[in-house]
């Protein structure tokens, strides 16, 4: 089976910094794009970064220029450097990848099953 891992998050005072990661552990084939979600209480899930195999990156408009995605293909892992945190940062961070688990070239969508981000003010 094929599982996404998250870790690093926790409490942190506005302007602290958290690194995330996810590993994706598991018989794959290939991992296409990987990303971090987050859904606060009440809220819809957001796009908060999003990283394509290739390396190129994007994210959403309220963390830009805070926070940092990057890859690691050796270690099958995604980060999320957060700096300048803010309280309404505070949410359920989740790993997102699109994992090729057969010999089909086909992408399928795997969760992790999130990690709390909170930032007191």
């Known amino acids: 089976q094929v599982h996404l891992v998250e870790s690093g998050g926790g409490l942190v005072q506005a302007g602290g910094s958290l690194r995330l990661s996810c590993a994706v552990s598991g018989r794959i084939f290939s991992i296409n794009a990987m990303g971090w979600y987050r859904q606060a209480p009440g809220k819809q899930r957001e796009l908060v970064a999003g990283?394509?195999?290739?390396?190129?990156?994007n994210y959403a408009d309220s963390v830009k220029g805070r926070f940092t995605i990057s890859r690691d293909g050796a270690k099958n892992t995604v980060y999320l450097q957060m700096n300048s945190l803010k309280p309404e940062d505070t949410a359920l961070y989740y790993c997102?990848?699109?994992?090729?688990?057969?010999?089909?070239?086909?992408?399928?969508?795997?969760w992790g099953r999130g990690t709390q981000v909170t930032v007191s003010s």
């Open positions: 997102n990848a699109d994992l090729v688990v057969s010999s089909i070239p086909i992408g399928y969508d795997y």
């Open positions: 990283i394509s195999r290739g390396g190129s990156t």
